[in-house]
């Protein structure tokens, strides 16, 4: 059975950091792409950043580009999140998210086939 579990998440000031992990189980790890998603309240889930299978690619929303940083260690089946200036408005619910590497990394949200249960992040002002 596959899973995801995310950590990492909690309350921090504007301007401050917070690093998520997302640990998976049930899966060969290296054979999916990864993404993280938020959802605020009130709002509709939205991408936050992706990493390839093998590390080579990544992609970010331009309200999180040159801020966060996403990595994966495929030897601990591990992907981070690192957030770095974080904003009032970063809070929310973030997900992670497992997609088969057969699937075209360009669609990866339709071609979810996991998704963890997430972890609270709240950035105060």
């Known amino acids: 059975q596959v899973q995801l579990v995310e950590s990492g998440g909690g309350l921090v000031q504007a301007g401050g950091s917070l690093r998520l992990s997302c640990a998976a189980s049930?899966?060969?790890?290296?054979?999916?792409?990864i993404g993280w998603f938020r959802q605020a309240p009130g709002k509709e889930r939205e991408f936050v950043a992706k990493?390839?299978?093998?590390?080579?690619?990544?992609a970010y929303a331009d309200s999180v580009k040159g801020r966060f940083t996403i990595s994966r260690d495929n030897a601990k089946n591990t992907v981070y999140l690192q957030m770095n200036s974080l904003k009032p408005e970063d809070t929310a619910v973030y997900y992670c998210?497992?997609?088969?590497?057969?699937?075209?990394?360009?669609?990866?949200?339709?071609?979810?086939?996991?998704w963890g249960q997430g972890t609270q992040v709240t950035v105060s002002s």
């Open positions: 049930g899966l060969t790890f290296s054979n999916y792409n």
């Open positions: 998210a497992a997609s088969p590497k057969y699937f075209p990394y360009s669609n990866f949200e339709k071609n979810v086939a996991s």
């Open positions: 990493i390839f299978w093998s590390g080579s690619s990544t």
